[in-house]
């Protein structure tokens, strides 16, 4: 097995060219979902002068176990599949695009890599969209990261109860990002399946809105 599964998984760009883009939203799709499927959400909160970049997993997952599971259970996947969203985050970044105009935002097990990745890459992100997820680790694990977010905006929200994400560790993520100087929203939508509503969505254009204003 391969240290890098994710290393060359096809990457699906829909929008503005990069070189000639205002920003860029990168989203991540679900387990056993693809880029297209993730890219869909895009005409809910589209922007003609953005590129939406979405970068797709090996066999479809980025990681084989929940997201709840000890880390090292889900290595080398993990690791791969961050470093597949940090070379998209270069992509834009090498197109003159600042990371101040950059969103990174996801469903499901793509909401927990982008909390994730923003997390162990503090910066002043556009935005994060987690979309029924939160931070990767173990029940009673420590959770914190330094480093600063500067104010960015963030968006977390989950049914509860949800099958896959508890709201409990959508409450402590978002938690978790305020204490790096994030503007970090959840909402909690009882009763709701594991999917994504249009209240959520519309939430997600106010914020691409806002940050790309």
């Known amino acids: 097995m391969t240290s890098d599964p994710h290393r060359d998984g096809p990457l699906q760009h829909f929008g503005a060219p990069l070189e000639e883009a205002a920003g860029a939203v990168i989203l991540l799709h679900g387990r056993g979902g693809s880029a297209g499927d993730i890219l869909s959400l895009a005409q809910a909160f589209y922007l003609p002068k953005l590129a939406y970049l979405a970068p797709e997993a090996a066999g479809n997952t980025w990681y084989p176990y929940s997201f709840l599971a000890p ?115 959840a909402r909690r939508y009882e009763g709701r399946p594991h999917t994504i509503t249009p209240e959520e969505l519309d939430f997600a254009k106010r914020l691409i809105d806002e940050a790309f204003a």
């Open 71 to 185: 880390i090292e259970q889900n290595e080398p996947w993990l690791s791969s599949a961050l470093r597949r969203v940090a070379t998209t985050v270069q992509s834009a970044l090498d197109a003159g695009i600042p990371a101040e105009r950059i969103a990174i935002g996801g469903f499901s097990q793509g909401a927990c890599l982008s909390t994730e990745f923003v997390a162990r890459h503090p910066r002043r992100y556009a935005g994060l969209l987690a979309f029924t997820g939160g931070l990767i680790g173990p029940p009673g694990s420590d959770l914190t990261h330094t480093g600063d977010l500067a104010g960015m905006p963030a968006f977390f929200g989950s049914g509860d109860p949800d099958p896959h994400v508890p709201w409990q560790r959508v409450e402590q993520s978002a938690s978790v990002l305020r204490g790096m100087g994030a503007k970090a929203t």
